[in-house]
């Protein structure tokens, strides 16, 4: 089964930069769309950014212009760059992976990733003033 393993969180100042790392492994000779996930304490987890195995990707318009989702399919790896980091977006961030339904659509619900997708332990990230 697939596994997932965030690193790279932690604690920086308002417009620092942090890069998030996602490692994975048994993938089993498939090919899965991912995504990064965050949450705070009382909030429902939200998408952040998605890619598919073609390199489409979707942010969700907060991260516009800040964020760069990637990944390295021959490491397995998946990435977040942050930058210009503010308070609001302090969060437990997940990485997640689904195969099937496999797109930028379907791999940012919350509902589908829930049932079906594949996830991360999480990683904390921290922004101070």
């Known amino acids: 089964d697939l596994q997932l393993v965030e690193s790279g969180g932690g604690s920086v100042e308002t417009g620092g930069s942090l890069r998030l790392s996602c490692a994975a492994s048994k993938f089993g000779g498939r090919s899965y769309c991912m995504a990064w996930f965050r949450q705070v304490p009382g909030k429902d987890r939200e998408a952040v950014a998605a890619?598919?195995?073609?390199?489409?990707?979707w942010y969700i318009d907060s991260v516009k212009g800040r964020f760069i989702i990637s990944q390295d399919r021959s490491k397995k790896s998946l990435y977040l760059q942050m930058n210009t980091l503010s308070p609001e977006d302090a969060a437990m961030y997940y990485c997640?992976?689904?195969?099937?339904?496999?797109?930028?659509?379907?791999?940012?619900?919350?509902?589908?990733?829930?049932?079906?997708?594949?996830w991360g332990q999480g990683t904390q990230v921290t922004v101070s003033l």
């Open positions: 890619i598919e195995p073609d390199g489409t990707t």
């Open positions: 997640a992976a689904n195969a099937e339904p496999c797109s930028v659509g379907t791999v940012r619900r919350l509902e589908v990733m829930t049932a079906l997708g594949h």
